[in-house]
């Protein structure tokens, strides 16, 4: 197989398997050990996409994660990935990959006029156009012409799950200096994980000459690292560091099929050795296809055994790139240098191996229209070439310093960011932390390795490293324009534009232009943008200010960061002990909160009726297992209760049941419930299904700031019980059929009190308890017994209630619900139960918050039912509307609204403002545009007196 | 009205309940009883009823009674019918309150050479670790729930609540078929 770009031998491929995959409906071949990128390279394909707002054709600037231009959307069996990065990504048999967002190809895309009309479009035309009547009209239009690669719906992606570790020191980066650190580690006897984004360990000693411990370096890494794993070290090669967290939790991509795993590790240390990427150089149409970072081009020459041109100008100004073009020269290409110095060793070692160096020279322009085929020199002077490799210097990879607070600092020796003041638990090596050669590389790394201990640095044949100072803005802003962000598609014009226009602080042009907002978040943009800040501002770069990187380093798709928590594993939810007969009875189960629970027993809306009829006129059977059973024992039990509670609770009798308000300290609800005393020291609170977690948090916080903690627990034992709640009319017969042992007279056993009784040879707890209005009682057996005791409750003749037939109950009796009725300002007042306030002197959870004067002001929204002007229910969220003054304003909602099968006609309940005074008068609703009417009335709809407790 | 019946997946029979591959064999048991005890009388208690330490996650333990370490004044106790016939509801004397846990609790037991991968797959803590913390808690976030965790000489055992077991299974039934 013969390829225009590839040599005849040498690179990682294994040339005894090709590959053969497509791009934009032609026929490609590879190898296996070939990158997507590296193989399209090789197979001569320059034009990959189209950019991202003026569809202009790119080609690949890079080889690695700095690649801003080669996204493709890939498709290999039933994977799909609509923004693979095609130099991260292997070759495959059969993939099948596209250009993203061209109206055709990205060698031939209808939208390339766009570029036309630049002068029109440039960096934020969006605040200033398409704007009438409004933007809205424009945006879909605007959103579908730029933009990456389009989702496939029906696509579905199984990442693997997340792993889990922890170990004493985390080296991020298997270069020479992060396998130097590792292999330190682990001599000092430490836990060790190496981390490596590329898929084989060793950094640039993969492309770049280097001798150490006397062989060559690329070998020098395998043995290392094989020595590592043979000590116990973990290697993760093709994984990524994208994210640093608090205390030293590092997340790791690990690249595979679909979306790849997370790995989520702890370090009781971290050393970055994340190594530096060349900076592209500033000149006119510096985004053409062919335009390539050199030290990139040296890669794909070393590594994949692809020349990337025939015919190439080096252009830089510093030393890294003579290495590169030397190897191009020994592998055949014509080379000439064009370097901004006038006079360097590395100039004359170059001219004396016969390549020609034009020294004191800048490229102004780049020639050629939809690919490079030459170089204008600002001289005037133009060179022919095939591929224009550039180095504007380098920048050392710190986004992971960053996200871990550390603050860089500017190096203008260097040009470039380094990491500033340390972070702790944090070290930076090797170029990532301003080496100058590769000797000081290693020796950073051992140091950070062994954190002080005994040192054995890897001897070298010893390479500087020129890091070719700052960037050079000279050629800027020629006639051509100049491209800063290349996946943004932002200008140096578009800097000065924002300049001009009084953006001038870094994170103001970062966000007017879109510079380094892009998916490879600035790295070949970032520190040009901001040279050209520095000067079009008159500043330093050091004073211009640096932006902020946040995780993730790379993007990682939603498939790998979900791993298996998909399906029922994304949301748990806890389960009722009775579900079982629950379904087979035919309910329909829904979430509430953190729990399934029955909402009704049949799917259509006559069940609701049906049930509420039942538990108005017979009996019902309510599984109320959710609910909050905790209990609260120990002499300082009653005292714990009346400080987190606002209703006093010290005065209820043993064996009485009361309901309580909790407050926040804010004054508002926090949660409500009924709290039972079963003993002089033993209360259990029952609160909220999906509150029981907090109640107990909130109880044990509160325990534990206030109490002697010998004097007062907190048990939650909601899980223990099963609680059925019996109610109805004909309650007190399904009662007498379960043969509690109770007595069930209303004088032995009057309503809100509670009594222990057997079930089924176990102890149960019966308790007079109504959420519904009517006669009822809760009946908690020992969690294993809840199918039984339904059973058995059903034969006797209770009849299903589900939760929603349950809140139409409960509306007509005007009983709120936390966190529908209330909101975050809620206070007991605004509901009617303003008398502890009054009465009580003794300090409480959220007592002064009461007496503020926003707790005490008119206007604030109360508690009212609303009876509905039509037939049909008001809407929930329908806002009651004032015109006083002849402006419309929002004076409440409403909160809950049920069809009444009891009163024949809906019921609802809203918080209007002052609405307790206002009762009678009628008031607009609006909801969505459509308006309705309802007049304000007491909350309560069904039997205010309570009679119907004791029928 | 919307019905997530067919979503979620019913609710194991436990008595049934087990799981096998990667190296597992998964089953829930059943303690005779499970009681949360807290307070300063509890070591008391405890040696009493013939248990000598309380557990944090990396003390082996495979035999009744045991008592897991939840926090610096509180345990689960796992014991046998007759030792809990002396344990009494509430706060029965000064430092002492117990609340019985028997039906509240869901034992699932681990055991085979895949358990400790199958923690690391679980968990954030590193539990494979042999060095025990002192008043280190067994209650550790295992699948994103909040479980009392027990090293045995052949795996773990697992103590979820019994609302909460439901999910926990399905996450075992889920990984558990997951080979790499």
Redesign the interface.
């Known amino acids: 197989m013969s390829t225009s770009r590839r040599l005849p031998a040498g690179g990682e491929i294994d040339r005894s398997r090709p590959l053969n995959f497509s791009f934009d409906g032609r026929a490609l071949s590879g190898y296996a050990g070939d990158t997507v990128a590296s193989a399209l390279l090789a197979s001569g394909v320059q034009v990959l996409a189209r950019s991202f707002k003026y569809h202009r054709p790119r080609g690949l600037l890079g080889v690695d994660h700095e690649e801003p231009n080669a996204i493709l959307d890939l498709r290999l069996g039933a994977r799909h990935d609509p923004n693979a990065r095609a130099t991260l990504e292997p070759l495959a048999e059969g993939l099948q990959l596209s250009s993203v967002h061209a109206l055709g190809t990205a060698g031939r895309d209808l939208l390339a006029v766009l570029d036309r009309g630049a002068r029109f479009i440039p960096a934020a035309f969006y605040y200033k156009t398409f704007m009438w009547p409004h933007w809205h009209v424009y945006e879909g239009m605007i959103r579908r012409l730029a933009g990456l690669g389009r989702v496939d719906a029906r696509s579905r992606a199984q990442a693997a799950p997340h792993r889990h570790l922890a170990v004493d020191l985390c080296v991020v980066g298997a270069g020479a200096a992060g396998l130097a650190a590792a292999r330190g580690a682990v001599a000092a006897g430490r836990s060790v994980l190496l981390v490596e984004q590329r898929t084989r360990v060793g950094g640039a000693l993969l492309w770049r000459d280097a001798t150490v411990e006397g062989e060559p370096g690329s070998r020098w890494a395998g043995r290392v690292a094989a020595g590592l794993e043979a000590a116990g070290a973990r290697v993760l090669a093709g994984t990524a560091a994208v994210g640093l967290y608090d205390h030293n939790a590092v997340v790791l991509h690990e690249r595979g099929p679909d979306g790849g795993r997370i790995w989520q590790v702890r370090a009781r240390e971290i050393v970055l050795t994340t190594g530096a990427i060349e900076r592209p150089l500033l000149f006119g149409d510096n985004d053409r296809p062919g335009v390539m970072l050199a030290d990139a081009a040296l890669e794909y020459l070393r590594r994949y055994a692809v020349v990337a041109g025939e015919r190439i100008v080096f252009a830089t100004g510093n030393d890294t790139t003579y290495v590169a073009a030397q190897a191009f020269a020994a592998a055949g290409a014509r080379c000439t240098i064009v370097d901004s110095r006038t006079g360097s060793p590395a100039q004359d070692a170059a001219r004396a191996a016969g390549i020609e160096v034009v020294a004191g020279a800048r490229v102004e322009r780049a020639l050629g229209r939809g690919r490079v085929e030459g170089a204008r020199l600002a001289s005037g002077a133009t060179l022919s070439a095939d591929l224009l490799a550039v180095s504007g210097g380098w920048t050392p990879l710190i986004h992971l310093y960053c996200q871990a607070r550390g603050r860089p600092r500017w190096d203008e020796e260097r040009g470039t960011l380094l990491p500033g003041e340390p972070v702790a638990g944090l070290r930076v090596a090797g170029a990532a932390g301003g080496a100058r050669s590769l000797a000081e590389a290693l020796a950073a790394g051992a140091h950070a390795g062994t954190g002080g201990g005994r040192v054995e640095i890897p001897d070298c044949d010893d390479r500087p490293f020129d890091w070719g100072g700052p960037p050079d803005t000279r050629m800027a802003f020629g006639e051509r324009r100049a491209w800063v962000d290349l996946q943004n598609d932002v200008t140096a014009k578009d800097v000065a534009l924002a300049v001009r226009e009084n953006f001038r602080a870094v994170e103001h042009l970062k966000r007017y232009t879109t510079l380094g907002m892009a998916s490879d978040q600035g790295r070949t943009s970032n520190v040009n943008g901001l040279a050209l800040l520095a000067e079009r501002t008159g500043r330093t770069l050091a004073q211009a200010g640096v932006t902020t990187f946040r995780p993730p380093f790379l993007p990682v798709s939603l498939a790998a960061v979900a791993g298996t928590q998909r399906g029922e594993l994304q949301a748990p939810l806890r389960r009722l002990p009775a579900e079982e007969v629950h379904r087979a009875e035919g309910a329909e189960l829904r979430e509430y909160g953190d729990t399934l629970r029955p909402a009704a027993y049949g799917t259509s809306h006559d069940a609701l009726l049906r049930e509420c009829r039942a538990a108005r006129e017979r009996c019902v059977i309510l599984d109320a297992s959710s609910l909050g059973k905790i209990e609260v024992q120990g002499p300082d039990a009653a005292a714990l209760l009346d400080f987190v509670f606002y209703t006093r609770l010290s005065n209820l009798a043993p064996g009485r049941l009361r309901y309580a308000l909790a407050l926040a300290e804010s004054g508002a609800i926090f949660d409500d419930g009924v709290v039972l005393r079963v003993a002089a020291e033993h209360f259990v609170v029952s609160c909220s299904s999906s509150h029981v977690r907090a109640m107990t948090a909130h109880l044990e916080e509160w325990r534990e700031d206030r109490f002697d903690l010998s004097r007062v627990f907190v048990h939650d034992a909601t899980p223990q019980w099963a609680t059925m709640a019996i109610s109805g009319p004909q309650s007190r017969r399904v009662l007498e059929a379960l043969a509690l042992g109770v007595d069930l007279d209303d004088a032995a056993f009057p309503h809100m009190s509670a009594h222990d009784g057997v079930f089924a040879g176990r102890r149960a707890r019966i308790a007079r308890v109504s959420f519904t209005g009517e006669r009822s009682y809760e009946v908690s057996v020992p969690a294993g017994l809840a199918a039984e005791l339904w059973r058995r409750a059903r034969a006797a003749g209770a009849e299903p209630l589900g939760v929603e037939a349950l809140g139409a109950l409960r509306c007509e009796k005007g009983f709120i619900l936390v966190g529908v009725e209330t909101d975050g300002e809620t206070m007991p007042h605004d509901i009617g139960m303003g008398r502890a306030r009054e009465t009580r002197t003794d300090a409480y959870l959220g007592d002064r918050s009461l007496f503020t004067p926003a707790a005490c002001r008119s206007g604030r929204r109360q508690l009212v039912g609303v009876a509905a002007a039509s037939a049909a229910p008001l809407p929930v969220g329908a806002h009651a509307l004032s015109r006083a003054g002849g402006r419309r304003r929002s004076v409440g909602w409403v909160t809950s609204s049920h069809p009444s099968a009891a009163l024949g006609r809906p019921v609802a309940l809203a918080m209007i403002e002052d609405g307790a005074s206002r009762h009678g008068e009628e008031l607009e609703f609006e909801h969505f545009g459509a308006m309705h009417r309802g007049t304000l009335v007491a909350p309560c709809f069904l039997d205010p007196s309570g009679a119907r407790l004791n029928v | 009205?919307?019905?997530?019946?067919a979503?979620?997946?019913?609710?194991p029979d436990w008595r049934h309940a087990r799981l096998e591959g990667r190296g597992l064999s998964i089953a829930a048991v059943t303690p005779p009883a499970l009681w949360?005890l807290?307070?300063?009388a509890v070591p008391s208690l405890l040696a009493s009823l013939g248990v000598s330490r309380t557990i944090g996650p990396r003390e082996a333990c495979d035999d009744l009674p045991y008592a897991l370490r939840l926090s610096p004044?509180?345990v689960l106790l796992a014991c046998s019918a007759a030792a809990a016939a002396r344990l009494q509801?509430?706060?029965t004397a000064?430092?002492l309150?117990q609340?019985?846990?028997?039906?509240?609790?869901v034992c699932i037991d681990l055991a085979g050479p895949g358990a400790a991968d199958l923690m690391?797959?679980?968990?954030?803590?590193?539990l494979g670790?042999a060095a025990a913390r002192p008043q280190e808690s067994a209650r550790v976030l295992f699948?994103?729930?909040t479980v009392a965790v027990m090293l045995r000489s052949d795996g773990w055992r697992l103590h979820v609540?019994?609302?909460?077991?439901?999910?926990l299974w399905?996450?075992l039934a889920?990984?558990v078929a997951?080979t790499?």
Not at chain 2, 7 to 11: L, V
Not at chain 2, 99 to 105: C, F, K, W, Y
């Open positions: 009205m919307f019905d997530r019946t979503f979620w997946s019913p609710a949360r807290s307070g300063t004044d509180s509801r509430g706060f000064p430092g309150a609340t019985e846990l028997t039906d509240g609790i690391a797959l679980a968990g954030e803590q590193a670790t699948a994103g729930l609540e019994r609302p909460w077991a439901p999910a399905r996450w889920e990984h997951i790499s």
